[in-house]
Nanobody
Framework: QVQLVESGGGSVQAGGSLRLSCRAS????????MGWFRQVPGKEREFVAA????????RYADSVKGRFSISRDNAKNAVYLQMNSLKPEDTAVYSC????????????????WGQGTQVTVSS
């Protein structure tokens, strides 16, 4: 089992920045690729970014490329999502997830999920 807890969400004006954190506990964190997904009410969960277990591979949704950056610190059992130049359409609940498959964009391939943290971007 891997337990994931997100933090760092909040409200920000368009153009601002937020840094999300996801702390893991339980089984070996470094053995998992990690991903960030987001969801708004009434819509399907959307892939945002993913990082391989050793951080040599990152993947991003086209909608966030150049604005968001994913990173991890295996010594701290943590993964981060730096979000810059935020837009109102980035408003969502952001969740981190762990996958043994790799840094995939497919949410059903992630075995463990956090509860999520709300990000609200106002215009």
């Amino acid at each position: 089992q891997v337990q994931l807890v997100e933090s760092g969400g909040g409200s920000v004006q368009a153009g601002g920045s937020l840094r999300l954190s996801c702390r893991a506990s339980g089984r070996s964190f470094s053995g998992y690729a990690m991903g960030w997904f987001r969801q708004v009410p009434g819509k399907e969960r959307e892939f945002v970014a993913a990082i391989s277990w050793n951080a040599d591979t990152n993947r991003y949704a086209d909608s966030v490329k150049g604005r968001f950056s994913i990173s991890r610190d295996n010594a701290k059992n943590a993964v981060y999502l730096q979000m810059n130049s935020l837009k109102p359409e980035d408003t969502a609940v952001y969740s981190c997830a762990a996958s043994q498959t790799g840094p995939t964009i497919i949410n059903r391939l992630y075995e463990y999920w956090g509860q999520g943290t709300q990000v609200t971007v106002s215009s």
